[in-house]
């Protein structure tokens, strides 16, 4: 089975930049859902983005127009770019492959100082 490691999570003034990977253990091409999703302590985890094995791609209102998901099918590789970050962003980001019941990565923190 595929495993998930997400990276690229840290501290970030707020309207700065990140940008997380998930490296997949084996192909991800033929995964048709990859997603990202995030949490913070108290709170159920959340939608950020899903990435379909078409292309196609779903945001949550939240980060409309802010973030990006990506893949690099060479690389085994997703990506979430994350622009104009904002203090609520602040969460442990978690990489899913296969939606809920699915595969999921150890989740990296992201912290955004206001």
């Known amino acids: 089975q595929v495993q998930l490691v997400e990276s690229g999570g840290g501290l970030v003034q707020a309207g700065g930049s990140l940008r997380l990977s998930c490296a997949a253990s084996g192909s991800i091409a033929s995964i048709n859902g990859m997603g990202w999703y995030r949490q913070v302590p108290g709170k159920k985890r959340e939608l950020v983005a899903l990435s379909t094995s078409s292309g196609n791609t779903h945001y949550a209102d939240s980060v409309k127009g802010r973030f990006t998901i990506s893949r690099d099918n060479a690389k085994n590789t997703m990506y979430l770019h994350m622009n104009s970050l904002k203090p609520e962003d602040t969460a442990v980001y978690y990489c899913?492959?296969?939606?809920?019941?699915?595969?999921w990565g150890q989740g990296t923190q992201v912290t955004v100082s206001s």
């Open positions: 899913n492959a296969w939606g809920l019941n699915g595969v």
